[in-house]
């Protein structure tokens, strides 16, 4: 097993993650390749200063804009929206393995009286009217699902008839979103949008086993390195600890993984051994490492194990977003900072597109991070850059720019 000190690891993940040095993702070609690469994004409603999914590529991605995202799923089809790791965004040839998920809500929806004629009647309408949204299908009432009956298995309440429906056909694969208004979603026919023999293609993984090894490989992919530990890293996978070690054994056995002690981490980490090059670079001294200063995501892949990302970089992140305003540490919407291979600190930025302003609510630097006048640029040209992004300028009048790094590190 290989021994590395924890700044070769965090130097190889950051690599890996397209963080540390130049650029190894470049425009809407690019963030298609990373989202393959890392097998699914997290997405998360909540736009402060751009989605939580854009703001994983805007990090990674050079010359990253608002909307190719969206092209990549609604025009080009080569991403979709379905769960995995909570809602996500994945590749659309990834559809064939999502099988299982689909079945279960098939086996659901049959389940609950009344669901299957609903059903019909909705896709009836759709096929002659195009896409529809949960206030434009005319099914009128209210369903109350059982958490036995709802295709998540975990969610008890009463919604409108249209949206239960639209969101039942939706898990079953019937249906995907067509596109989005906002956070309103639209949905059409599958088959009018993927190829016939995409959807119609049986799981590459024949049994539980081989599907588990899949879903652990593409996890550890998306990381870089993680360990065999219960963390949120394995949300969206139905697998007991037992399974889960399994799988890591069964990986490294075969050659898939390759494990690796990292010095002061009590538990050895698994990296795909398809990366041991890059890996080697960084031990050899040959890995490019031009530091970058980046805001990362809320949900961000670095941060999926956030025991993990504490172990690695002595960095502690909690999402406050849910956290009542009292009881919150830093804030609502908080970006971790990111300048080379540690982390520096957190920012809270909040865009006003219809004012055309963003505004630095609050910057807080990391224990033993000096507010140099280098660092408050960095940070300042960080800040310009998502401001740009978000099509706004930097409020200078509430705390953009220099002053208000400085005032965070006293």
Known sequence: MLTVTREQARQFILLKQGLLGDYRFAGKEGAYRYVRQCGCIQYDPVDACGRNAELTLRSRVKGFKRGMLDELLYRDRLLTDYPDKELAIWPAEDWPYFSSYRERSLSHGRSFAGIPELEKEAVAYIRENGPVSADTLPIEGRIFWHSSMHWSGRWDGESPAARSVLEQLYTDGVLLIHHKEGTRKFYDLAERHLPAGLLAAPNPCPDRESWLLWRVKRRIGAVGMLWDRRSDAWLGIDMTPEERSAAFARLEKEGTAAGVRAEGVRFPLYMLSADL????????????????????????????????????WDFRYSWEIY???????????????????????????????????????????????????????????????????????VDERLGGGDSAVCQAGK
Request: with cysteine.
């Open 277 to 312: 090059p890059l890996l080697e670079s960084v031990l050899s001294g040959e890995a490019r490492l031009r530091p970058r200063l980046e805001f990362l995501a809320p949900l961000d892949p670095m941060l999926w194990d956030r025991n993990l990302a504490e172990a690695l």
């Open 323 to 393: 956290t009542p305003p009292a009881k919150r540490k830093y804030g609502y919407y908080v970006l971790p900072m990111l300048w080379g291979d540690r982390f520096v600190g957190r920012i809270e930025p909040k865009a006003d597109r219809k004012a055309g302003m963003l505004t630095v609510r609050n910057v807080w630097l990391e224990e033993g991070v000096r507010p140099t006048k280098k660092l408050a640029g960095l940070i300042d040209g960080a800040v310009r850059r998502l401001a740009a992004f978000n099509g706004c300028a």
